[in-house]
């Protein structure tokens, strides 16, 4: 099977959205941080920590899609089954304590859900596939990897939460355009939790005779 084109499309616009937002990081220095470092913490290290263990399991996400990587190089195919893993684990647990340095609460909830249900569908994807139940183990890794893209979708839906917003206050912004900026990235990250979860079982999951 040919990977389609609007997989490749997904490939250049996830890696369009996340390289700039990493790229600050990459320069370890806590100074070019977007987000706010409290000083003397550990919050720098497990942030950074935290952004190339996810970019890693993006990457490895990707190829694992691919279908000649899983029919004819099945070793690598686990070797970066178990890259993917292994950087979802330790990503999601270090974002956890990442949780506790943020002042809202609907910001920190979003986090802490979208870590733990990161978790949650990665050990089932992965006890699948040990017991070996193939179907269960791409069921579980396409829910898996639809939790990873919400890094992606959380940012791309951004301008439509700032119309949505200004729509709702009558285009009147009663706390100025940084109050509007500051509400809608303390909710991005439920509003692409949403949208994924319900793109994976409405339209990759979901039986095509099912589909309405
Ligand atoms: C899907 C599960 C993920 C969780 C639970 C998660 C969690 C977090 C948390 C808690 C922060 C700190 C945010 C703050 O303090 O404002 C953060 C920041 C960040 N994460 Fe993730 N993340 C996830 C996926 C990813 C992925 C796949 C990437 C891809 C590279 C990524 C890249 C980043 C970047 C670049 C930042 C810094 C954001 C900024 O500068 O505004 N994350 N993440």
């Known amino acids: 099977m040919k990977m389609t084109r609007s997989w490749w499309l997904l490939v250049i616009v996830s890696l369009g959205v996340m390289i700039p937002f990493a790229a600050p990081y990459l320069t370890f220095d806590a100074a070019n941080s977007r987000v706010n470092i409290a000083p003397g913490s550990v ?17 490895t996400g990707f190829t694992q899609f691919i279908p000649r990587i899983r029919t004819e190089r099945p070793q690598l195919h686990r070797l970066l089954g178990r890259i993917y893993v292994g950087s979802v684990l330790i990503s999601a647990l270090l974002a956890l304590p990442l949780v506790g340095y943020m ?5 920190a909830t979003g986090f802490a859900a979208l870590a733990l249900i ?3 569908t990665t050990y089932k994807g992965y006890r699948a596939a040990v017991r ?5 183990h791409r069921r579980w890794m396409i829910r898996s990897f639809g939790i990873t893209l919400v ?14 917003y200004a729509l709702l206050h009558g285009f009147s912004l009663p706390e100025g355009r940084e ?11 439920w509003a692409g939790l949403i949208a994924n979860l319900m793109i994976v079982e409405w339209a990759v ?8």
């Open 43 to 59: 919050q720098y290290p497990l942030l950074v920590t935290h952004i190339l263990l996810a970019a890693a399991a993006l990457l």
């Open 103 to 107: 002042d809202d609460f609907a910001k």
């Open 118 to 120: 990161w978790l949650f």
């Open 132 to 136: 070996r139940d193939f179907g269960a």
């Open 151 to 164: 890094a992606v979708s959380g940012r791309l839906l951004v301008p439509i939460l700032l119309l949505t």
């Open 179 to 189: 109050g509007m900026v500051e509400d809608v990235l303390n909710v991005n990250i």
């Open 205 to 212: 999951l979901k039986p095509k005779e099912q589909k309405a």
